[in-house]
């Protein structure tokens, strides 16, 4: 198995079990009128779950006003993996977690931001990454990336290659993700978008450093399943 299998294999290793806002540290409410008060003390949250004895049974929504009762449509299974989950969260907001209780928890979009989140598209980004660069090595001459690239980034390139001093071990490795998916579409080994090329190097910033996020708000979610389903079809056919 390759090493871009790996990391695609590693990928899937996590679930929403491991995300998941378990129902004790949740800001519940314990009826509808309760409901608006909690959320009017909680403005940060978008959905207020309410808890009656048997456990989790509605939720009250902050924007809409509206309270409902939690139907199957809300659930999902605590073993669904995380990229599938992006998927879930593209068409809704948030979803009630199934666990070995009646119901575990909670998941809302804004905890696709969670770091075991961020590692899992790191290391679906880091296959992408290896696979575009090893379908490329045959063009890596500095005639090609200097085309490729623009003669300002290339010339950054190789200064961040000479600035290393012996400790550099190629300007190959001071390509970022964007570069490299630029150079394999260059060179016909892969068929992407630049608009992908560049959400992908958005998410992989995102993924890659602690204090950005891989959702700002609600629409990114849609970009996040998009970058998903592109790096897919890339470790697909590889």
């Known amino acids: 198995m390759g090493t871009s299998e790996n990391l695609k294999r590693l990928a899937t290793t996590f679930t929403v079990r491991d995300i998941t806002v378990s129902t004790g540290d949740l800001v519940c409410a314990t009826?509808?009128?309760?409901?608006?008060?909690?959320?009017?003390?909680?403005?940060?949250?978008?959905?207020?779950?309410?808890?009656?004895q048997s456990g989790l049974s509605a939720y009250y929504l902050r924007?809409?006003?509206?309270?409902?009762?939690?139907?199957?449509?809300?659930?999902?299974?605590?073993?669904?993996?995380?990229?599938?989950?992006?998927?879930?969260?593209?068409s809704r907001e948030f979803v009630f977690v199934l666990g070995s209780k009646p119901l575990d928890g909670f998941v809302h979009f804004s905890d696709l931001n969670h770091p075991l989140v961020k590692l899992t598209f790191y290391m679906l980004l880091e296959g992408v990454e290896r696979c575009a660069l090893k379908s490329v090595k045959p063009w890596l001459t500095d005639g090609?990336?200097?085309?490729?690239?623009?003669?300002?980034?290339?010339?950054?390139?190789?200064?961040?290659?000479?600035?290393?001093?012996d400790a550099g071990q190629g300007v190959i490795n001071y390509l970022n993700i964007a570069d490299i998916l630029k150079l394999a579409r260059k060179a016909g080994t892969l068929d992407i978008d630049e608009s992908v090329i560049q959400a992908i190097k958005r998410v992989r910033d995102g993924a890659a450093h602690v204090s950005e996020n891989l959702v700002s708000d609600y629409s990114d979610v849609k970009k996040l399943a998009e970058v998903?389903?592109?790096c897919l079809r890339v470790l697909g056919g590889s």
Request: hydrophobic content about 35%; charged content about 25%; aromatic content about 6%.
């Open 63 to 90: 924007d809409s006003h509206q309270l409902s009762q939690i139907g199957v449509s809300d659930l999902i299974g605590d073993g669904t993996e995380i990229l599938d989950l992006v998927d879930i969260l593209e």
């Open 144 to 165: 090609f990336l200097n085309d490729t690239l623009g003669k300002p980034r290339f010339a950054q390139i190789q200064q961040f290659y000479r600035r290393a001093g």
């Open 31 to 52: 009826g509808e009128s309760d409901a608006v008060l909690v959320s009017r003390a909680n403005p940060e949250f978008s959905v207020i779950p309410i808890k009656s």
């Open 228 to 230: 998903k389903n592109q």
